[in-house]
């Protein structure tokens, strides 16, 4: 289906969730430009709530998150969210409505769900919050009953399970052992919890994987219903992350085993009546994400492809991230300075970057491209990236359409390395990102 280019391939690129990325943060943008940014929103807001904590961690995961086994570190990490959560609301003008609320990490169901439903309340009573779609990333491992009645009753509807692959053998190779019946038993209690966009994150490019591998997983999960699937390969890069030294890197496959398994999914899950987004995420023609892609209505932010129109998203807790028109600011990272600011009724926004016109130009073409194939391109932008596109050209992975640059079908999987050669931060940072594949 699509034809393997290597050559265009071997530059890494980001997702870009954010445009500039966050490799472009520094601590020249911190909480007093935050607090300035946040006194001018109005309009729809959303927020993002990050629960830095796992049962147990997973070797392959670059997620912000350590094991939930110290009662005093996760009560101490909730109390300073609780601070964040009172400054935060006490900035945001009245007229602003939170129409969105996502909770991720980690796993939000590492913490006791009494816990969880005091955070739900705090939120609905800081931010006014009257009604708002309410998501939530689960781990399978953690899933009990008592946390299904709880997503029930505060009226969760969207959820997210980190599945990665239903095979017992490559679940152990990456230190996630999650038999296929716990799989099984969390989608039906989620569906009786009243959830009716369910999405599975599944990976390619495992250690040991094979394409029956693979095939097995998109099989189970279309059987189980998923609205949604996330189809992500694996980073493999031991020297960022140092958990993934556990995992045998001589059991990798190979970039041209990984491109054909791309493909390979990308087929099985369309000729399975999923609406294609971008060319690694899927969902049912019914779901709000599929019906925004159809439409024309697809965004991108730092929880990916979305449909959310917000101007403005929130990020609450340790290394979350703020999006504003015209700023981006993280939180710091570490939890231990996270609670120890907040211990001091500090806002802890401490590295971010301005957005420029040109930025903010820059990155309506980049997400056009992303989330619609096709992005307008003024004749200056035309000038810069024509050269540079030159290959992608000649190899009828896109084509100009008067003023429009298209992605064709065969091009989907260079999309983002397309979109890249709009980004003039890439010229010496190529090294911090992923294969675009």
């Known amino acids: 289906m699509w034809t393997y ?93 939170v129409t969105r609320i996502a909770f991720g990490g980690g796993s939000p169901n590492g913490i006791a769900p009494v816990d969880f439903v005091r955070l739900v309340d705090a939120l609905a009573l800081q931010f006014s919050a009257s009604n708002p779609v309410l998501s939530i990333e689960l781990d ?53 919890a009243g959830v009716d966009s369910l999405n599975f994150d599944l990976m390619y490019g495992l250690p040991g994987q094979t394409m029956a591998h693979l095939e097995d997983s998109l099989r189970r999960t279309v059987a189980l219903g998923a609205d949604r699937i996330a189809l992500f390969g694996y980073a493999h890069v031991p020297h960022l992350i140092a958990r993934q030294r556990k995992i045998d890197a001589h059991a990798l496959p190979g970039a041209e085993q990984r491109f054909a398994m791309a493909a390979r999914g990308y087929a099985l899950l369309v000729d399975a009546g999923y609406v294609p987004i971008g060319f690694d995420h899927f969902a049912r023609p019914g779901d709000a994400l599929a019906q925004a892609t159809l439409s024309g209505r697809l965004r991108r932010n730092f929880q990916g492809f979305t449909e959310d129109r917000a101007p403005v998203l929130l990020g609450l807790g340790a290394s979350s991230i703020s999006g504003f028109p015209d700023l981006l600011v993280q939180n710091e990272k570490n939890s231990g300075r996270y609670r120890m600011m907040l211990s001091q009724d500090r806002l802890t926004a401490n590295r971010g970057i301005r957005r420029s016109a040109e930025d903010r130009r820059r990155g309506a073409v980049i997400e056009a491209l992303l989330c619609r194939g096709r992005a307008r391109i003024d004749p200056d932008l035309q000038c810069e990236a024509w050269p540079l596109l030159l290959p992608y050209f000649e190899a009828g992975l896109c084509d100009g359409d008067g003023a429009d640059l298209v992605i064709l079908p065969e091009g989907l999987p260079y999309a983002r390395s397309i979109a890249a050669r709009f980004d003039p931060y890439r010229k010496d940072s190529l090294r911090r990102f992923s294969s675009a594949v």
């Open 5 to 97: 280019h290597p050559e265009l391939l071997a530059i890494p690129v980001p997702r870009y969730t954010s445009f500039p990325t966050a490799a472009e943060f520094d601590e020249s943008v911190g909480a007093d430009a935050f607090v300035q940014a946040l006194s001018g929103a109005g309009g729809e807001v959303s927020l993002y709530v990050h629960i830095p904590f796992c049962e147990k961690i997973c070797w392959y995961c670059g997620c912000n998150t350590s094991v939930a086994n110290r009662t005093d570190r996760v009560s101490g990490y909730l109390d300073a969210l609780h601070r964040e959560i009172g400054l935060v609301a006490e900035r945001l003008p009245q007229g602003a409505r």
């Open 140 to 192: 399978p491992r953690t899933m009990r009953a008592e946390w299904a009645a709880v997503i029930g009753a505060v009226g969760i509807t969207r959820a997210s399970l980190g599945v990665q692959t239903f095979s017992e053998d490559l679940q152990q190779a990456i230190g996630r052992v999650q038999p296929a019946r716990m799989i099984e038993e969390t989608t039906a209690m989620l569906r009786q």
